[in-house]
């Protein structure tokens, strides 16, 4: 079974630029997580979707992150524009179905430098 | 709301001797607990597991962890570390059967010398 796909894996830009991260998710899972991961401490849960509707985003900065999840497969994150403080590791991960019975697959992530 | 507070950011122990990473948890809910590894460049994988059943739980590579709801603690053990076992692990609660809502503690690095 394919696992959960990122890309790009590294990405560095400059302050005030805009930024996009790709997911595929595992195939036929209906939840998708964006998480972002700050060095040194534990991801925090940006935005879920459940299929293509979103089912929890008070945690994304509205202000500068957007993300999509068209036809309830793929999905992309945006930063627009990022700040210093963005720089971090994004996480996407899937499950099957949006409650705890069901276990959460992780990427391996896309890193990003903001200078 | 619920939070984990992992008392170690880091833990070192020498191969073959136990391991014991500690996590205490705050939850309003009856709470759902796990334990995940991150190797190096590698993404989350999840190591065990407790949703209600059994308060000992079992997981891969030889790890387990104890449900104490008195003590509000959800220790990770494992008897005998081996080298590969050197990563960041995070104690992460979720609210049971509700949106999968996990909030991570802020990890533990294990490092094991030979």
């Known amino acids: 079974e394919a696992g959960v796909a990122q890309s790009p894996r590294y990405k560095i830009i400059e302050k005030r630029q805009s930024v996009a991260f790709w997911c595929n998710p595992i195939s036929g899972h209906a939840t998708l997580y964006w998480y972002q991961q700050i060095l040194g401490q534990g991801p925090k849960l940006l935005i879920q979707?459940?299929?293509?509707?979103?089912?929890?985003d008070s945690q994304l900065p509205k202000d500068r992150f957007s993300a999509e999840r068209l036809k309830g497969v793929d999905s992309t994150l945006k930063i627009q524009p990022a700040k210093l403080e963005d720089s971090a590791v994004y996480l996407c991960a899937s499950s099957l179905d949006r409650t705890d019975s069901y276990e959460q697959y992780f990427g391996p992530g896309t890193r990003l430098t903001v200078t | 709301a619920q939070s984990v507070t992992q008392l170690d950011s880091h833990v070192s122990v020498s191969e073959g001797t136990p391991v014991l990473l500690r996590c205490n948890y705050s939850?309003?809910?009856?709470?759902?607990l796990f334990w995940y590894v991150q190797h190096p460049n590698k993404g989350l994988q999840l190591l065990l597991k407790y949703t209600s059943a059994a308060t000992l739980v079992k997981g891969i590579n030889g790890f387990e962890a104890e449900f104490k709801k008195s003590e509000t603690s959800f220790h990770l053990t494992k008897p005998s570390a081996h080298m590969s076992d050197a990563a960041e692990y995070f104690c992460?609660?979720?609210?049971?059967?509700?949106?999968?809502?996990?909030?991570f503690g802020a990890g533990t690095r294990l490092t094991v010398k030979p």
């Open positions: 939850s309003s809910y009856s709470p759902s």
């Open positions: 979707f459940q299929n293509n509707g979103v089912v929890d």
């Open positions: 992460v609660v979720s609210r049971r059967d509700v949106n999968n809502d996990m909030r």
